[in-house]
């Protein structure tokens, strides 16, 4: 079983839209949760982090965290164009941070 | 501008070479990270150091060799590699080894081995 896992496929959705990115993880121990934006041809940058269960608001981005099923996602609200990239998942548990393979976001004008 | 800088950004190389990959860290951090990230794939840890001390090593081929000279400055020595090596090579660092905190990371090195 891998690690963390993210969708696969690139996600399209329209400008204004809200972009919707989940990622499970198989380590029922993890404490700390981020997710990391990477642009196409630059390093990753840390977005958000959260450690409780529920929902953690910064701007237009909500991350939420549900240890009891394994699950963080990420929701872009009132997606712009300058928010296509890749986003990656981590996840850190027993002082050990995994990363999913990203998932891709292309907001069409 | 992330504060981790890496050199050089490209590198061609042949299986015979000698090279070396620079990573430098403005931020006073403590600890220093090489990443390895292939298309497709997560990104994969390589070599932690903390304090200028190796404390992690992912099972690396030793055609990898890594150094830390000092707290702000990190290389990864390069010998005799494949073409599997191939691939966009991430320094970061962070205030301690714990994995909890927030790590920087640079640009990145794009290797390519012919």
């Known amino acids: 079983q891998k690690e963390v896992e993210q969708n696969s496929g690139p996600l399209s959705v329209p400008e204004g839209a809200i972009a919707s990115l989940n990622c499970t993880y198989s380590?029922?121990?993890?404490?700390?949760f981020f997710w990391y934006r990477q642009y196409s041809g630059k390093s990753p940058e840390l977005i958000m982090s959260i450690y409780s269960n529920g929902d953690k608001e910064d701007g237009r981005f909500t991350a939420q965290l549900n240890k009891a099923s394994q699950y963080v996602s990420l929701l872009i609200r009132d997606s712009q164009p300058s928010d296509s990239a890749t986003y990656l998942c981590?996840?850190?548990?027993?002082?050990?941070?995994?990363f999913g393979k990203g998932n891709q976001v292309v907001v069409i004008p | 501008e992330t504060g981790v800088t890496q050199t050089p950004r490209h590198l061609v190389m042949g299986m015979t070479n000698k090279k070396s990959l620079k990573c430098e860290q403005h931020l006073g951090h403590n600890a220093m990270y090489w990443y390895k990230q292939s298309a497709k794939k997560p990104l994969e840890l390589m070599f932690v150091?903390?304090?200028?001390?190796?404390?992690e090593n992912n099972s690396v081929p030793s055609r990898f060799s890594p150094e830390c000279p000092n707290s702000s400055h990190l290389f990864l020595h390069l010998h005799t590699l494949q073409p599997e090596d191939s691939a966009l090579y991430l320094c970061?660092?962070?205030?301690?080894?714990?994995?909890?905190?927030?790590?920087?990371f640079g640009p990145g090195t794009r290797l390519t081995v012919l």
């Open positions: 981590a996840v850190e548990g027993n002082n050990r941070l995994a």
């Open positions: 380590d029922r121990g993890s404490q700390s």
């Open positions: 150091y903390s304090l200028e001390e190796r404390v």
């Open positions: 970061a660092s962070s205030q301690s080894d714990r994995r909890t905190d927030t790590q920087y």
